[in-house]
């Protein structure tokens, strides 16, 4: 695929690589959230004060990366996904299914973040094949916060 720039604006790129895996993560952090909720909403059992609170806590993350990086891929050209159709087509991540333990909802918790720091990692190569600091530096920041929430997860679970 092409990376060449516009002569408009040296950050908009005529490839739709970037556009693409930008895509795939506001998606993933879209149906992340909504499955963040029905674990805040339905967790029960002794970890349940703590476990509301970090799930309350991680989709408000959720949303915030989610926005960033819409407003990312509006800034650089792109369209950001918008329906939930869409995002259910294009997330690496699944619906919650049924009910879960505790336990089994942070497990789904920490594989749903490795996945999202997968296809962040893939945003950040094709950024930096189409020269667009703004955007890997971007999802590098995300990298950290997520990297240390999975730990902290681990954590909990005592892995």
């Given at each position: 695929?092409?990376t060449?720039q516009?002569?408009?604006?040296?950050?908009?790129?005529?490839?739709?690589?970037?556009?693409?895996?930008?895509?795939r993560?506001?998606?993933?952090?879209s149906?992340?959230?909504?499955?963040?909720?029905?674990?805040?909403?339905?967790?029960?059992?002794?970890?349940?004060?703590?476990?509301?609170?970090?799930?309350?806590?991680?989709?408000?993350?959720?949303?915030?990366h989610?926005?960033?990086?819409a407003?990312?891929?509006?800034?650089?050209g792109?369209?950001?996904?918008?329906?939930?159709s869409e995002?259910?087509?294009?997330?690496?991540?699944e619906?919650?299914?049924?009910?879960?333990?505790?336990?089994?909802?942070?497990?789904?918790?920490?594989?749903?973040?490795?996945?999202?720091?997968?296809?962040i990692?893939?945003?950040i190569?094709?950024?930096?094949?189409?020269?667009?600091?703004?955007?890997?530096?971007?999802?590098?920041?995300?990298?950290?916060?997520l990297?240390?929430?999975?730990?902290?997860?681990?954590?909990f679970?005592?892995?």
């Amino acid at each position: 695929m092409s990376t060449m720039q516009t002569k408009t604006n040296p950050f908009v790129t005529e490839t739709t690589e970037l556009h693409e895996v930008l895509n795939r993560q506001i998606a993933g952090w879209s149906v992340l959230y909504t499955k963040l909720h029905h674990f805040h909403w339905y967790v029960q059992g002794p970890h349940f004060f703590t476990l509301h609170a970090k799930f309350e806590e991680l989709y408000n993350l959720a949303t915030a990366h989610m926005d960033e990086a819409a407003e990312r891929l509006l800034t650089i050209g792109g369209r950001p996904v918008a329906t939930m159709s869409e995002q259910l087509r294009l997330s690496p991540i699944e619906e919650a299914q049924g009910q879960f333990t505790a336990e089994r909802m942070v497990e789904a918790v920490v594989a749903d973040l490795r996945l999202m720091l997968n296809v962040i990692n893939e945003g950040i190569q094709a950024a930096g094949a189409a020269d667009d600091k703004a955007t890997e530096d971007m999802l590098i920041g995300f990298t950290a916060g997520l990297d240390k929430e999975v730990w902290m997860l681990n954590a909990f679970l005592g892995k």
